[in-house]
Nanobody
């Protein structure tokens, strides 16, 4: 059984940076595309970024493009989300996701209900 453990969330002022980490265990990490989603209070869970199993392909939501960077280290079974120039509207619980389908599919609204594995989430709060 796959387990995903996120860390790195916290409280930061607008314009600041945070780096989220997600450690994968239980299966072969390099067989899975990985992604980050977020959910703000009263809103649906939404796609943030995804990365292919090899790390060669990355995808981003328009709202974070140019500010967030997803990366992975297959030797450490870890995926990262570097978040720069944070805005109050980035405040949410951020979830790590693992899936054996293509990373390009993560951005489809329907894919939220099809993700193979989720982490427990980490809170990110951006103050104005």
């Amino acid at each position: 059984q796959v387990q995903l453990v996120e860390s790195g969330g916290g409280l930061v002022q607008a314009g600041g940076s945070l780096r989220l980490s997600c450690v994968f265990s239980g299966r072969t990490f390099s067989s899975y595309a990985m992604g980050w989603f977020r959910q703000a209070p009263g809103k649906e869970r939404e796609f943030v970024a995804s990365i292919s199993w090899s790390g060669d392909s990355t995808y981003y939501a328009d709202s974070v493009k140019g500010r967030f960077t997803i990366s992975r280290d297959n030797a450490k079974n870890t995926v990262y989300l570097q978040m720069n120039s944070l805005k109050p509207e980035d405040t949410a619980v951020y979830y790590c996701a693992a899936d054996m389908s293509a990373a390009s599919r993560f951005s489809r609204p329907s894919h939220v209900g099809m993700v193979d594995y989720w982490g427990q989430g980490t809170q990110v709060t951006v103050s104005s």
